[in-house]
């Protein structure tokens, strides 16, 4: 998604994910701001983690929208719409890192809380009073971010947490973001779309760093590890069933669960169905091998500036973030079904 004006930091090659360390703070969206990204549409780097166009601008286009500016931006005019995504985004707010014993967390650069208050910042300058205000919000679409995501990869990736003990903290991921979704109700929201998050033990980057230390029945038979798939389908049924309870108690508010997992996994499952092959290798990195991740040279960084010849042909862009041509699968599948409960569109 198009970035705020927040800073983006990763980890350093480590002997290990659990013991990475952390480098210091380099400039917003690097490496994102850095060829190959955005070479499929806009030709140059666009500040989003994908080769092309994210679903929220599949969706927007889709409704006759411009594609969204960043809600930090200087002079736009925001009444056709805005992004508040972070690079980095979680659904738990800073604090809770910090209890963890983690003062300066990769993957955290802001929550879901701070998105929300930004959108509070804005909403004046969309609408002015509150009549007009009711009545713009009632015909507004809003789309979440797969929030949870990040919190896991800080405490599996950071902290080094098994999937096990991620999973404890699911229910407070899951109420951060259910709480973030009463308030934009709150606040005049009628029509919400909330994501599920990517099979975890489908994405490069966790398969480079964890293939070669798991044994055989840690795989199914697909290819992906179980362990993190689980912990993310116990994520996705959690939120689903969160989900369901608030179309019960908002009658009059349109809440649609999208489902990024069951989608991307088939995906994986039966590639070529939908164009794509190698669905394990990453367009965009210089690791080689089955997986093409290196930690240490990720997509967008020196000596991997060049990506796979068709990035039409992948699943996975950079090991993390899906192609544009699966995020345009995605935006379509959500728009008119089957993986939008109910569909956008509908």
């Known amino acids: 998604m198009p970035c705020s004006a927040s800073e983006t930091r990763w980890p350093r090659p480590a002997t ?23 070479s499929t549409y806009f030709g140059r780097p666009s500040c989003r983690w994908c080769d092309g166009r994210v679903v929220v601008d599949f969706i927007a286009q ?34 809770f890192y910090q209890s963890l014993g983690i003062d300066d967390p990769v993957w955290n650069h802001g929550s879901l809380d701070m998105q929300i208050q930004w959108f509070m910042e804005l909403i004046p300058s969309l609408c002015g009073t509150n009549q007009n205000c009711k009545e713009f919000l009632e015909k507004s679409l809003f789309q979440l971010g797969g929030f949870g ?18 999973m404890k903290n699911t229910p407070m991921i899951v109420n951060a973001t259910v709480n973030g979704i009463e308030k934009l109700i709150a606040l005049g929201a009628v029509h919400i779309v909330v994501p599920g998050i990517l099979p975890t033990g489908c994405l490069p980057l966790y398969l480079a760093l964890f293939a070669s230390s798991s044994s055989e029945t840690d795989f ?58 190698n669905p394990f290798e990453a367009c965009c990195g210089s690791g080689g091998g089955k997986y ?16 796979c ?30 993986y939008c409960t109910p569909p956008i569109l509908s």
């Open 292 to 307: 093409n991740f290196d930690i240490a040279a990720r997509c967008g960084m020196p000596g991997a500036t060049t990506a």
């Open 16 to 38: 290990s994910a659990s013991s990475a360390a952390v480098t210091r703070r380099s400039s917003t969206c690097s490496p994102a701001l850095h060829p190959p990204y955005g």
């Open 149 to 166: 995501g990040n919190d896991y990869n800080i405490q599996l990736l950071e902290l080094g947490m098994t999937t096990e003990q991620a």
């Open 309 to 338: 010849r068709d990035p039409s042909a992948r699943l996975s862009w950079d090991g993390v973030h899906p192609t544009e041509a699966a995020n345009k699968l995605v935006a379509a599948a959500w728009l008119n079904g089957p």
């Open 62 to 95: 889709s409704l006759g929208l411009p594609l969204l500016p960043p809600s930090k931006s200087k002079g736009k005019d925001f009444r056709r719409g805005a992004n508040m995504a972070i690079t980095g985004g979680t659904a738990m707010n800073f604090s």
């Open 220 to 277: 199914d038979q697909y290819g992906c590890l179980r362990s993190y798939n689980r912990l993310t389908e116990y994520h996705n049924t959690m939120l689903r069933n969160q989900v369901k309870i608030l179309q019960n108690k908002y009658t009059s508010t349109r809440i649609m669960y999208a489902d990024y997992y069951s989608q991307v996994y088939k995906m994986v499952q039966q590639p070529q169905q939908f164009g794509f092959s």
